[in-house]
């Protein structure tokens, strides 16, 4: 049979290989497009991760990010371990006890210090950390709140020994001191604030970490396997962090809103939770990787850190700090 093409079938054929090609193109970028699973809490620090996936700005970089959510950022880490996350948003005392029990996480985004963002609420009627002693005071272990409360006592001659400690999650606390069973708790935003805004202005903040400086800080942390198979991965979410952390500044108006449906608080409350928090910018951050006795500093900080963990019998020995962190990705994105 002879075929015969005119100029009709001609321009369908072309149309025919035009859209096939295209569809070859959009299969092979669908297929070069990353999936990152990242673990988090809510909390205000973590902004500029809530406006980088709310406007998909992971995408330009090719990437695309799963942000999963956890009610106790205690249970971040095991899922890291488990591989059912990839990596995960911690504060640095967890990654320091985690190297020091020999599991190998590493903090390659020093992402924001607590600057009040992390306090203990008590009744009025307590005005003091010595005043804490004998009495019931809400916490989570191994967590922030341990952290904090742990630095608190240390740095008025008090021990974990004279208060009487009761587990709870940084959520529970309001709940908690509402109804009358806990006098003191220690959490994070936004639960400082709907505890101290209860309906008869019965708590207030007794110690925050105003109080102590640059020792609470959050990072994005993975494991030692994560970070050698997927090198590329990461320094695409670093970037669409970054641009996150662009678009906050630029745009603060827009950001409040988006930052407020994350945290369930109107976007006024959220322009005041920011206050308590300081995002790392890019060309500071080197100085939280430089070996000094600052707490701008791991090694500051984390000296700190485990001499706090170690005492309480929460990690076996104190970490080598160039172990607890990988600057290689902030030192690329900085040159």
């Known amino acids: 049979m002879t075929s015969v093409f005119t100029a009709s079938s001609l321009r369908k054929t072309l149309l025919g290989v035009s859209l096939a090609t295209a569809a070859g193109v959009l299969s092979l970028s669908a297929q070069a497009m990353e999936t990152m699973k990242i673990g988090t809490v809510v909390w205000v620090g973590q902004a500029p991760f809530y406006i980088a996936d709310k406007l998909d ?8 990010v799963e942000l999963q959510f956890f009610n106790d950022p205690t249970m971040v880490p095991p899922a890291m371990m488990s591989g059912a996350l990839d990596g995960g948003t911690l504060t640095y005392d967890q990654v320091v006890a985690s ?6 996480q590493r903090a390659v985004l020093p992402i924001d210090f607590s600057n009040g963002g992390d306090a203990i609420v008590a009744e009025k009627s307590i005005t003091s950390v010595q005043d804490f002693k004998g009495k019931k ?46 006098p003191i708790g220690v959490t994070y935003e936004p639960n400082v604030s709907q505890t101290v805004n209860m309906p008869g202005d019965k708590y207030h903040v007794v110690y925050s970490s ?11 942390a993975f494991e030692e396997g994560v970070i050698a198979k997927r090198p590329e991965a990461i320094k695409a979410l670093l970037k669409g962090y970054l641009d996150g952390l662009a678009y906050m500044q630029s745009h603060p108006d827009e950001s409040a809103q988006i930052i407020a449906k994350v945290l369930g608080v109107t976007p006024a409350e959220a322009k005041e939770q920011l206050s308590g928090v300081y995002n790392i910018p890019l060309h ?8 000094s006795d600052a707490t701008t500093s ?15 019998g929460q990690i076996p020995v104190i970490p080598d700090f160039a172990d607890t962190f990988d600057a290689q990705f902030v030192e690329a994105l900085s040159q």
Not at 57 to 64: D, N
Not at 210 to 220: N, Q
Request: proline letters at 5%; a positive charge; charged letters at 20%.
């Open 57 to 64: 700005l992971y995408k330009a970089h090719g990437l695309k």
């Open 99 to 104: 190297v020091a029990k020999g599991i190998p």
């Open 137 to 182: 005071v809400g916490f989570s272990p191994l967590s922030t709140t341990d952290f904090l409360l742990a630095y608190a006592l240390k740095s008025h001659g008090m021990s974990s020994k004279d208060i009487i400690s009761v587990n709870l999650s940084p959520e529970a606390i309001p709940s908690a001191m509402a109804s009358g069973s806990l």
């Open 210 to 220: 105003k109080d102590a400086p640059g020792l609470i800080t959050d990072v994005l």
């Open 284 to 291: 500071e951050m080197g100085k939280n990787f430089e070996k």
């Open 298 to 312: 791991f090694y500051g900080s984390g000296a700190v850190i485990a001499d706090l963990l170690k005492a309480n």
